[in-house]
């Protein structure tokens, strides 16, 4: 039915940069609200950073500052850039949607993606 696919991932330095990217697929009439999360071992997932249909966005302290989340309704994708990475970063990075499915309900349905791995070295 519908599915996001994350990308981006992987091992960088502290300092450096990572892009993550997410697209949703499938059959799809709309979708709402789209975010990230991230969950580090030993620790319960904690949100990064959220956006709405129109581009309001939040984010969580620690991050604010050097992240930062945007999306293209077009190709119904959400975009997280990381910039000023620190170890502490290091996590499994999630796409989280809200999407109405074509043919259904007017209301949303909660999806999420696989994770992708990110990883900051000192």
């Known amino acids: 039915q519908v599915q996001l696919v994350e990308s981006g991932g992987g091992l960088v330095q502290a300092g450096g940069s990572l892009r993550l990217s997410c697209v949703a697929s499938?059959?799809?009439?709309?979708?709402?609200?789209m975010g990230w999360y991230r969950q580090a071992p030993g620790k319960q997932r904690e949100l990064v950073a959220r956006?709405?249909?129109?581009?309001?966005?939040n984010y969580a302290d620690s991050v604010q500052g050097r992240f930062t989340i945007s999306r293209d309704n077009a190709k119904k994708a959400v975009y997280l850039q990381m910039n000023s990475l620190k170890p502490e970063d290091t996590a499994v990075y999630y796409c989280?949607?809200?999407?109405?499915?074509?043919?259904?309900?007017?209301?949303?349905?909660?999806?999420w993606g696989q994770g992708t791995q990110v990883t900051v070295s000192s």
């Open positions: 989280n949607a809200f999407i109405r499915v074509r043919g259904g309900n007017a209301e949303t349905e909660d999806y």
């Open positions: 499938g059959s799809i009439a709309s979708i709402n609200n």
């Open positions: 956006i709405s249909t129109v581009g309001f966005t």
